[in-house]
Nanobody, 129 residues
């Protein structure tokens, strides 16, 4: 059974950093496009950082996180990461990882959730003064 399990969320002060992890099981991660999405109650889910399945590992970042978020993957460890630096209060959300066996662009994965097959249940990031 395919599964994604996130960890690494927590309470952080503005300007702090976190590294989220997402372990995949039940499928071969290196054939999948991946992404991190976040959701705040009452708002639509937002794709913040995505990577396609190509050898170039092309990435896409939402404007709100460019320069602060970095998505990466370790296929041997079946793990996806999201490094978050310079956290801001409006980064507070539940962060979900996702994976899809698709050859589409990282931008389409993030902006339209195109081709996603699996979702994690989420890890909470709260940024407070």
């Amino acid at each position: 059974q395919a599964q994604l399990v996130e960890s690494g969320g927590g309470l952080v002060q503005p300007g702090g950093s976190l590294k989220l992890s997402c372990v995949a099981s039940g499928f071969t991660l290196d054939r999948y496009a991946i992404g991190w999405f976040r959701q705040v109650p009452g708002k639509e889910r937002e794709g913040v950082a995505c990577m396609d399945s190509s050898r170039d590992s092309n990435q896409y970042y939402a404007d709100s996180v460019k320069g602060r978020f970095t998505v990466s993957r370790d296929n041997a460890a079946s793990t996806i990461y999201l490094q978050i630096n310079n956290l801001k209060p409006n980064d507070t959300a539940v962060y979900h990882c996702a994976a899809g066996r698709t050859i589409t662009t990282a931008q389409r994965v993030c902006q339209w959730e195109f081709g996603i097959d699996y979702w994690g249940s989420g890890t909470t990031v709260a940024v407070f003064s």
